[in-house]
T-cell receptor
Framework: GAVVSQHPSWVICKSGTSVKIECRSL??????MFWYRQFPKQSLMLMAT?????????EQGVEKDKFLINHASLTLSTLTVTSAHPEDSSFYIC????????????FGSGTRLTVV | QQQVKQSPQSLIVQKGGISIINCAYE??????FPWYQQFPGKGPALLIA?????SEKKEGRFTISFNKSAKQFSLHIMDSQPGDSATYFC???????????FGQGTELSVKP
């Protein structure tokens, strides 16, 4: 079945630094990638949608200059949290959709970001 | 219009019982309705999904019931087991827009 690999699974960084999270589709070509953020005991909130080779579309209220998304290939998307602050601490999850027709959504295992 | 409303927020069921979680949506353009199971610290995993052209879909102990006119769908977990204890999310999307909108989640606890 479709597999999405997300790394790292957890990261601790100092306030003011940047962190990059990678999301790879291992056995299919992901034309569309979605990035979600999840706070404890809450639902997944969509941050942005990216199509391969195009700029990401951000949801209302999400700072595009803070959360940089790159989707340069059909198998890799990255989310960079720039100048991270403690309030950015959260669980970040990627999801990918395949090419041609409707393939559903495959989720990564998530990245726990803690900013200290 | 983009919201998916899920209830209950939490659910406690005895082992062997039936767990029922409900969702409602507004956007009639939605045409894909999946249910996800999430364990702490993990990404959501697809349990079962349905398209609006059928009213019910069953896979093992999991059944989705879909009521297009009422814009509601539900997940039934038969013979619930302690290993089913997790958070369950309903979601909806349309094939055109692609965004998957999640319900608020239900924390299920199955007591032995």
């Amino acid at each position: 079945g479709a597999v999405v690999s997300q790394h790292p699974s957890w990261v601790i960084c100092k306030s003011g630094t940047s962190v990059k999270i990678e999301c790879r589709s291992l056995d299919f070509q992901a034309t569309t990638m979605f990035w979600y953020r999840q706070f404890p005991k809450q639902s997944l909130m969509l941050m942005a949608t990216s199509n391969e080779g195009s700029k990401a579309t951000y949801e209302q209220g999400v700072e595009k200059d803070k959360f940089l998304i790159n989707h340069a290939s059909l198998t890799l998307s990255t989310l960079t949290v720039t100048s991270a602050h403690p309030e950015d601490s959260s669980f970040y999850i990627c999801s990918a959709r395949g090419t041609g027709g409707f393939y559903g959504y495959t989720f990564g295992s998530g990245t726990r970001l803690t900013v200290v | 219009q983009q919201q998916v409303k899920q209830s209950p927020q939490s659910l406690i069921v005895q082992k062997g019982g039936i767990s029922i979680i409900n969702c409602a949506y507004e956007n009639t353009a939605f045409d894909y309705f999946p249910w996800y199971q999430q364990f702490p610290g993990k990404g959501p995993a697809l349990l079962i999904a349905i398209r609006p052209d059928v009213s019910e879909k069953k896979e093992g102990r999991f059944t989705i019931s879909f009521n297009k006119s009422a814009k509601q769908f539900s997940l039934h977990i038969m013979d619930s087991q302690p290993g089913d204890s997790a958070t369950y999310f309903c979601a909806a999307s349309n094939n055109q827009g692609g965004k998957l909108i999640f319900g608020q989640g239900t924390e299920l606890s199955v007591k032995p």
